[in-house]
């Protein structure tokens, strides 16, 4: 029961940090998104590990779940798809409380549209 209990706070407690991607009418579209658990929402736990997008790792006990970070994550994928520039750049910031102040969860998203040579071919 025990083994079962810390998986389950461990799957829970875990930051995570991803990339989606989206072609759709023409447009070329990326989403990153990264998160960390925050206990009395100063001391972080766990935060997604910026490094390694969509894999399952976490950073502990250090702060990675930043806007600076996504914007790094989002400068890596531009270079690597061959785009030109990125436009209608967004992000925001969602929070969720667990026990009030016990432990909150922050999630960063940070969403463009990736601009391509004229012809609008990726490389």
């Known amino acids: 029961?025990?083994?079962?209990?810390a998986f389950f706070l461990a799957m829970i407690l875990t930051g995570c940090a991803t990339v989606e991607t989206s072609d759709v009418g023409g447009r070329h579209m990326v989403v990153v998104s990264n998160s960390g658990w925050y206990l009395f929402n100063l001391i972080p736990i766990a935060s997604g590990n910026p490094e390694k997008v969509n894999r399952i790792s976490s950073s502990f006990f250090s702060e990675t779940a930043t806007l600076e970070?996504?914007?790094?994550?989002l400068e890596d994928i531009v270079k690597?798809?061959?785009?030109?520039?990125?436009k209608s750049l967004k992000s925001f910031w969602s929070d969720e409380s667990i026990l009030v102040i016990l432990m909150k969860r922050h999630v960063i998203h940070t969403s463009a549209e990736l601009v391509f040579d004229e012809d609008g071919e990726k490389k």
């Open 69 to 73: 970070n996504n914007y790094k994550v």
């Open 80 to 86: 690597s798809s061959g785009a030109k520039s990125v």
């Open 1 to 5: 029961m025990k083994m079962i209990l």
